[in-house]
C-alpha cells in the first residue's frame, strides 16, 4: 500500500482558476514538507510543517497556502494560477527529531496551467 | 547561506565503467546530514544513501560516498554502471534539528550500452 497518497495524479487547470492538491501520508511522521520541481528549478523548496505548524515558507507568494487538517494531511491551495505554476508538485514527509531526518517523497501532482 | 552545487549536469558513461557524480556544499550549520537521492523517470526521488560521519564510506545499491568535511565534499561513486543506473541524482544536505533540506541541481546520469 502506498505510504504518501497525493491526488490528483494529473490537473489541468485554465489561468486564475484556483486548485487543491491533497497529501496525505501514513508512515506516522509529524513533519511534512511540499516542494516543488519544473524544467527551471529542478528541486524546489516550497513549505514545511512540524506537528501541523508552519515552520519554513520558502515560497514567495501569497497564491500558495499550506492547509492541515489532520496531522497526517497536507494539502496545498493555489489560488490565481498561472502557466508559470505548471509543475509537478512533490509532497513528503518526515520523523523529526531522530537525526539523519530522511524525508520520504509521495509520487507527485502533475500539474498544467493553460 | 548554505547551498549545494552540483557542478556536472548530465554524466554520461558506458555500462560497465566507474561513474562520478560531483557534489560539494556551503553550510553555516554544525550539525548536518547528508544525502543521495535518486529519481527514476516519473518517479519521485527517493533516498539513496544518507551519511552525518566525517570520513566514513557509505554504501548501498553499489553506490558509495564518504562525507569529506575538510573538503566540504559528498561524491557519489559507483565502480561499474549499470543501464537501470540512468536517471537524476540529487546531493542534499540538512541541518538536523530543522530538517530543512537544501537539494543541488540534480545530475542526469545516462548510462549507454
Known amino acids: 500500500d502506498p505510504k504518501i497518497i497525493q491526488k490528483p495524479k494529473y490537473l489541468v487547470a485554465v489561468t486564475g482558476s484556483e486548485k487543491i492538491l491533497i497529501c496525505e501520508q501514513y508512515l506516522g511522521h509529524n513533519a511534512m514538507y511540499w516542494y516543488r520541481q519544473s524544467a527551471k528549478k529542478p528541486l524546489e523548496f516550497m513549505f514545511s510543517y512540524s506537528y501541523q505548524k508552519l515552520m519554513d515558507n520558502q515560497t514567495a507568494s501569497s497564491r500558495f497556502q499550506p492547509q492541515s487538517s489532520k496531522k497526517n494531511h497536507l494539502d496545498l491551495q493555489i489560488t490565481a494560477l498561472k502557466p508559470d505554476d505548471s509543475a509537478t508538485y512533490f509532497c513528503?514527509?518526515?520523523?523529526?527529531?531522530?537525526?539523519?531526518?530522511?524525508?520520504?517523497f509521495g509520487p507527485g501532482t502533475r500539474l498544467l496551467v493553460l | 547561506g548554505d547551498s549545494v552545487t552540483q557542478t556536472e549536469g548530465l554524466v554520461t558513461v558506458t555500462e560497465g565503467l566507474p561513474v562520478k557524480l560531483n557534489c560539494t556544499y556551503q553550510?553555516?550549520?554544525?550539525?548536518?546530514?547528508f544525502f543521495w537521492y535518486v529519481q527514476y523517470l516519473n518517479e519521485a526521488p527517493q533516498v539513496l544513501l544518507k551519511?552525518?560521519?566525517?570520513?566514513k564510506r557509505t554504501e548501498h545499491q553499489g553506490f558509495h560516498a564518504t562525507l569529506h568535511k575538510s573538503s566540504s565534499s559528498f561524491h557519489l561513486q559507483k565502480s561499474s554502471a549499470q543501464l537501470s543506473d540512468s536517471a537524476l541524482y540529487y546531493c542534499?544536505?540538512?541541518?538536523?534539528?530543522?530538517?530543512?533540506?537544501?537539494f543541488g541541481d540534480g545530475t542526469q546520469l545516462v548510462v549507454k550500452p
Open positions: 553550510t553555516t550549520y554544525l550539525t548536518i546530514a
Open positions: 551519511s552525518s560521519t566525517d570520513n
Open positions: 513528503a514527509s518526515s520523523q523529526p527529531g531522530q537525526g539523519q531526518d530522511t524525508q520520504y
Open positions: 542534499a544536505l540538512s541541518e538536523v534539528s530543522n530538517n530543512r533540506i537544501f
